[in-house]
């Protein structure tokens, strides 16, 4: 939904390593372009859009608020887990939250049930 889509097929093995640090060397952090024997070098968001093939109009991210029952309702569809497992979490938190610590061992297990 967020449009970076595209990044999942970008590779650093299909990247020139040579090229990627002469472009590092070369990057001015200060005024955020590359200086190169040829000239001064901005990249846009055009060009971003145009390598990536990424959106570079609308929203990138817009979220709703979500209530402790309409999150646990998401837990139960996206992740499978037990609505009382969810709902324990939610009450842990107290609130539409969850643990990084909780979400990671939602993982491993659904992980080794595949196994």
């Given at each position: 939904m967020s449009g970076l889509g595209g990044l999942v097929h970008a590779s650093y093995e299909n990247l020139d390593r040579g090229l990627l640090c002469a472009f590092v060397e070369r990057w001015n952090a200060e005024t955020n372009t590359f200086h190169l024997p040829i000239r001064e070098m901005t990249i846009t968001l055009n060009d971003v859009s145009n390598l990536l093939h990424l959106p570079i109009v609308g929203h990138f991210y817009m979220h709703q608020t979500l209530d402790s029952y309409s999150t646990n309702d998401l837990l139960v569809e996206s992740l499978?887990?037990?609505?009382?497992?969810?709902?324990?979490?939610?009450?842990?938190?107290?609130?539409?939250?969850?643990?990084?610590?909780?979400?990671?061992?939602?993982?491993?297990?659904?992980?080794?049930?595949?196994?």
């Open positions: 499978r887990v037990n609505h009382g497992v969810a709902s324990e979490e939610t009450r842990h938190c107290r609130g539409p939250h969850v643990r990084l610590s909780w979400l990671r061992d939602v993982y491993e297990d659904a992980c080794l049930k595949r196994r």
